[in-house]
């Protein structure tokens, strides 16, 4: 009996000794699950504003003139591209590449005979008057260098040279002296002329913006056929490349051109029915240009040429400097704007078809919160952010809470379930 009581004691305590590794084994694998649940990635909503909008092109419909090349030639530009310039401003100054040598020569004899008939030359003598013309010549030179303006600066000491009186002898001029005054004066305008078109000057008729970005649809989308701006115009009149900036150039090839840019216009293609209705004259539209620009105008007109499909003629008056003087913009029509969240894509569930995401509360339990998808990407979901109370329509069309601010988002939600305490 004492040997089966032995016996007996012996079997449970092995028992236990068993029993031990498999109750250390259990804690240890708590242990361990909670300590990875405690490093599961979470993060807050972003909240950010979500814009319903219209995607489209913008045609801009501007106040410009193109300057063209009165020859071939070579030029030499004064004024950057996007700069402004006032009225009168020497914009640029075309060199024909003719030798000019032998008629300024010639201007000159002609000057002398005219000086000498009217006694103002005296070839015998070496005194020497500065007149009021060669002074405010002068003036002028001096205060083209102050302004760095060599353009100007040039012309003015060529004119200077021309005026200025010199000694001639008088067997040079001999035949000259013979004609009338008249017949001297009507050589020297000519020779002047002559001259002048082998150096040609280019001032701003008008104060207003210089832009190389000449495209050739200067005259197609102007003010002057904003009437005719409809979908099929457009259509027909894509966008064509810019000849930029040049300075060898031939006859009839564009400089730059001046813009007006104190008021402008927008020719916006609508291809949507629904969204068209929208739309009427004198409705103010905010627009955002090139997913940056925010401008605000007011619709002129709705050029509808078949159904569904039309044109916004949109008046504007600022940023134009910023738009960077390009006729086809990217342009959104803003509708609404709203507050919402941004989740990642990946932290998305669905459960019983009702979309959503898993958060992990303070005491680590696990909840679902459905949210409505207002726009996805494959690294980002936007979500409706719910109304005052935080509630939102489900499938079911039940108000439910939906996700708040502060709640932690698991960021990878694979094999969690509702109700889990990690």
């Known amino acids: 009996m004492n040997k089966e009581k032995r016996k007996s004691t012996y079997k449970l305590k092995r028992f236990r000794l ?19 649940a405690a490093n599961i ?14 995607d489209s092109k913008g ?35 075309l060199n024909l590449m003719n030798d000019a040598s032998d008629l300024k020569t010639e201007l000159l004899k002609v000057q002398s005979a005219i000086e000498y008939k ?22 002028s030179i001096q205060d083209s260098l102050v302004k760095g303006n060599m353009q ?24 000259l002296i013979n004609l009338s005054n008249q017949e001297l004066e009507d050589r020297r305008d000519e020779l002047s002329k002559e001259i002048s078109t082998n150096n040609v000057i280019y ?23 904003i009437e005719k701006i409809d979908y099929e115009y457009i259509m027909e009149n894509p966008k064509s490349s810019y000849t930029g900036q040049k300075n060898s150039v ?78 086809v913009l990217d342009v959104s029509i803003i509708e609404s704007r709203s507050n919402c969240f941004v989740v990642p894509t990946r932290s998305i569930v669905e459960v019983n078809n009702q979309a959503g995401v898993y958060i992990l509360e303070l005491n680590g339990l696990v909840k679902f919160r459905p949210v409505d998808i207002l726009v996805q990407n494959e690294i980002d979901t936007t979500i409706n952010i719910g109304d005052q109370k935080g509630n939102i329509e489900n499938k079911k069309g039940e108000q439910v809470r939906t996700l708040s601010a502060f709640e932690e988002v698991i960021i990878e939600p694979e094999n969690i379930e509702e109700g889990e305490i990690l």
């Not at 300057?67 to 030639?73: E, P, V």
């Not at 100007?152 to 035949?175: C, F, G, M, Q, W």
């Open 203 to 225: 001032k701003s008729e008008n104060a207003g913006i210089i832009s190389y970005k000449v495209d050739g649809l200067e005259e197609v989308y102007s003010q002057e056929n």
């Open 59 to 93: 045609y801009l419909i501007l106040k410009e003139k193109v300057y063209t090349s009165q020859g071939d030639g070579v030029v030499d530009y004064n004024v950057r591209d996007g700069q402004r310039v006032a009225k009168d401003y020497i914009v640029a100054n």
């Open 118 to 139: 009217n006694q103002s030359l005296n070839p015998s003598t070496s005194s020497f008057v500065i007149t009021d013309k060669e002074i405010n010549l002068i003036n």
């Open 18 to 36: 068993l029993l031990i590794p498999l109750v250390l084994l259990a804690i240890f694998s708590i242990f361990t699950n909670r300590k990875t």
């Open 41 to 54: 990635a979470t993060s807050l909503p972003i909240k950010t504003e979500y814009l319903e909008k219209v």
């Open 250 to 327: 031939k006859m009839g090839e564009p400089l730059y051109k001046i813009i007006d840019n104190f008021s402008y216009a927008m020719a916006i293609p609508v291809e949507d029915p629904a969204v068209l209705k929208n739309y009427s004259k004198d409705k103010t539209v905010e627009l955002l240009i090139n997913s940056k620009i925010s401008l605000k105008g007011k619709i002129s007109r709705v050029n509808i040429s078949q159904p569904g499909k039309g044109v916004l003629i949109v008046s504007l008056k600022d940023k134009l400097s910023e738009l960077g003087y390009d006729r």
């Open 152 to 175: 100007e600066t040039l012309l003015a000491i060529e004119t200077l040279e021309l005026n200025t009186k010199k000694n001639v002898d008088i067997s040079e001029i001999s035949d």
